[in-house]
């Protein structure tokens, strides 16, 4: 049975704030049990066996051999409690205040001989100037233990206060955030950052589970991308991060919460599971690149 931590006390809860603040990241150490850990590595060799080879084709940016998968709600129940873990909620709340959005959720599967990513930041695909207020909030989970030989995530230190963007060619002076199985690093949108170079000859296992202010736009489009059957499922927290709740006056139907038109208007699929059919789709379109890049 998967179990999610206690609350995190209030003073836990302001020395991962003061963390934040400082450096601009904070790693939760123990945020979920062996057994938890032992779900998520099968999630990921299923995915693995239904849509062969990650959801986008290899990049520089996203790596060449680096297995991204994303639509993760229409998947197994246990991205329910991934997207709403406890205590990354309770520090999102502070951090990005009342409203805040669950922007995209994927898995980082970096595997052997990768290289290294381009140092970013996460926010700026939101074209702001720095300094601006925090908009984004980004977690990386640890399935396996990240080491810098594996390439755990390279981190700059209070880069989050630096006023340019990073730039993708410059060799910046960087950390690995080394930390056990089963533990979360999160750090704010304008950190410097970027996975680190697998050396290791394993896979290392992580997810990116990414969020926003209630003001911004998702990265993914998860009111429409996640099936209907899904949606009405969900518990009324991960429907309010998926933007059925009014934020500060945005985002209302007849100014009233979306969630009223969700529960009038959504109904079961009768067209059989919607992972499945999304399944199919990724294999014609993996089929599709490799028959391009064959070509």
Known sequence: MITLPNPLTDHELRVHLEAMTTNGYTILEKAVDSEFIAALVAEIERLAEVRPGGDIPPAPFTGQVTRRWFDLLNERDIWQSVATHPWVMQIQQEVLGEGFLL??????????????????????????????????????????????????????????????????????????????????????????HGAGANQSGEDRLGLTINYCAGSMRQQE???????????????????????????????????????????????????????????????????????????
């Open 103 to 192: 922007s995209t959720m994927g898995t980082a599967v970096v595997g052997p001989g990768e290289v290294a990513q381009p140092i970013h930041a996460d926010d700026v695909l939101y074209g702001f100037p720095r300094p601006h207020p925090t908009i984004v909030c980004n977690t990386m989970w640890s399935i396996s233990e990240f080491t810098e030989e594996n390439g755990a995530t390279r981190i700059v230190p209070g880069s989050h206060k630096w006023d340019e963007d990073p730039d993708f060619w410059e060799p910046y002076e960087s950390v690995p955030a080394s930390m056990p199985p089963g533990s979360i690093c999160m750090f704010v949108g304008t950190l410097y």
């Open 221 to 295: 489009n998860l009111m429409l991308g996640v099936g209907a059957e899904k949606m009405m499922a969900f518990p009324r927290e991960l429907q309010d991060m998926l933007g059925f709740k009014i934020c500060n006056g945005a985002g209302h139907i007849f100014a009233q919460d979306p969630r009223a038109e969700l529960e009038r208007k959504y109904a079961r699929s009768d067209e059989g599971p919607y992972s499945e059919r999304r399944n199919a789709l990724h294999r014609e379109r993996m089929e599709a690149f490799a028959k391009m890049a064959a070509a």
